[in-house]
């Protein structure tokens, strides 16, 4: 029994920052015995409860009207709260549209109460929502199964943000957070662990950032040389091109490392949400999100380092070879850089959800789901596809892209050779990842079964692993790719001149995975993964960061640039 309004409160793990980003999404709940119209009878509940429930909707003419008030239109999630010993559907049309029909299942029994989800859309202002019994043509048992229903709720479905990294973002999709550096996954309104002992779950759920001293290894002239003296940081973001940049507990930020590539901490001070950290040919850069949301760049001028004049306020950035893009405070799109990368704003204006680069080409998921992509149309990347697609969330990798579309199918397009063929058969896919080098590449799938498919070139991970494995995440270091799997361990595959490639030996547990590869040399690969009692153990160059650190160390989250890895400690 509800007897009021309930507020539901949702927090979301802002992958493309590195922050929290807390909103509210209030319940509009309403009581079974409280129609505007209907032939329902009620009774009271059982087991002490107070309140009552209308019983039983057994088929399409026993049903009641409610009338609904929310502030916006957009899709809303509607949980019924209802017992049945029987396997009933119940029937739900919207302001006398459409009949939609979920299946509600067994609740234990009929003084047995629970609560079921469905997807619904709904208006601005009063909505009509009549809920009947099961019709004549669906039903487990038939029209002969009914339910009893105490109550419903409706509350704005907010889907977890996409992540930097192109794991995709709706409800059941993992993730993997490339600041907070923690493996989730969307209940589709936050991001929640996997299972196990994750790591710094408190980054996508409720918490602030655990802070700690900072300690790097690796390549010096890269930002391998841990800062003197030691700062204490929330996070730490790299670029392949030698540069490190801490946001520190005050939110100040200081960089180190290849000064002319967004090594040099900016002055006067800055105060940051987030950094990005880009690394182009022949240069790189980075971008900070401050704390008043402006966006401020530094580094290379001619590879992303230019703040954009007049200054603008952005929610996420992201960058392709040669340009950069940020979703602005109002959602449109704004880009600068090189034309042939996706350096140019698309015109007319779009509202973007999320952006996902590849090496030469950037997409877009529209605020309707429909993609676009501009940049290189040559090899096929920067090409929108035609007819248009709707999708949750896409990757890029050198010539290639691929999407996850809305309804769980994947589609790529570009070059077959970096990946851009469509599986055939097709396929449904839970995450996806892309592996590349400048000419060539390789696109990796978790399939809703957990079972992991590959295709692109072999030598960029291309190749599905046999025997078959399923995985909860991947991971890639440009050519080379990594997996843990559903019982933690790591399985990596790819580059067969890389190191990185190969599994540390003894097997070990892995938390938490993330990999590197310098600018210019693909072969340079390392990885590094947080064990389950979060010390570090790394493989692959050893002089680029492929050296576990000696005494061993515990930690936070791990970052990498382009020849080093950054750790906040505990």
Known sequence: MIQSVKVVIFSACMVLSSFVSHAQAQSVCVEAEN??????????????????????????????????TVPSAGPYTLKMRFSSSEYPYAGIIINGGALQRFNLGHSGSWNTFTDKEFPVTLNAGTNT?????????????????????????????VNCPS????????????????????????????????????????????????????????????????????ITAKSVKGNAAGAMCAIKADDSVQCWGNASNGGTTPSPTIFAKSISGFSMSGGGAMCAIKTDDTVQCWGNATRGGTTPSPTI????????????????????????????????????????????????????????????????????????PSPTIKAKTIVGGAQAMCAI??????????????????????????????????????????????????????????????????????????NSICAIKTDNTVQCWGCGACSSSTAPSPTITAMDLTGKATENNFANTAFCAIKADNTVQCWGHATFGGTTPSPIIAVHSIAHGGNAYCAIKK
């Not at 043509?137 to 339910?147: D, E, H, I, L, R």
């Not at 405070?329 to 990368?341: H, L, M, N, P, S």
Request: hydrophobic fraction near 25%; glycine fraction near 14%; charged fraction near 15%.
């Open 35 to 68: 129609p505007v119209s209907g032939n329902r009878s009620n009774s009271n509940l059982v087991s002490g409860m107070e309140g009552q429930y209308n019983g039983c909707y057994g088929n399409e003419y026993e049903h009641s009207v409610y009338n609904v």
């Open 129 to 157: 929502i009549r809920i009947q019994g099961p019709d004549g043509n669906v039903g487990y048992k038939g029209t002969g199964a009914c339910f009893n229903l105490d109550n419903f709720c409706v509350t704005p479905t």
């Open 163 to 230: 992540p930097i990294d192109g794991s995709a973002q709706a409800a059941g999709m993992y993730s993997y957070d490339n600041v907070t550096k923690c493996m989730q996954v969307c209940d589709g309104t936050k991001w929640i662990k996997l299972g196990g002992n994750q790591p710094n779950i408190n980054h996508c759920i409720g918490g602030s950032l655990a802070t700690g001293p900072v300690q790097c290894w690796g390549n010096s002239g890269s930002g391998g040389t841990t800062p003197s003296p030691t």
């Open 313 to 384: 306020s952005a929610k996420s950035l992201i960058a392709s070879d040669r340009a950069v893009c940020a979703i602005k405070t109002d959602d449109t799109v704004q880009c600068w850089g090189e034309a042939t990368y996706g350096g140019t704003t698309p015109s007319p204006t779009i509202s973007a959800k999320s952006l996902h680069a590849g090496l030469y080409a950037i997409c877009a998921i529209k605020t309707n789901d429909d993609v676009q992509c501009w940049g290189n149309t040559f090899f096929g990347p920067g090409v929108t």
């Open 405 to 478: 579309k809305t309804d769980d199918t994947v589609q790529c397009w570009g070059q077959s050779s970096g990946g851009g063929s469509t599986p055939s058969p097709t396929i449904s896919a839970k995450s996806l990842i892309a592996s590349a080098d400048a000419d060539s590449g390789a696109m990796c799938a978790v399939k809703m079964d957990n079972t992991v498919q590959c295709w692109g070139e072999s030598s960029n991970g291309g190749s599905t692993p046999s025997p078959t494995i399923s995985a909860k995440s991947l991971h890639n270091a440009n």
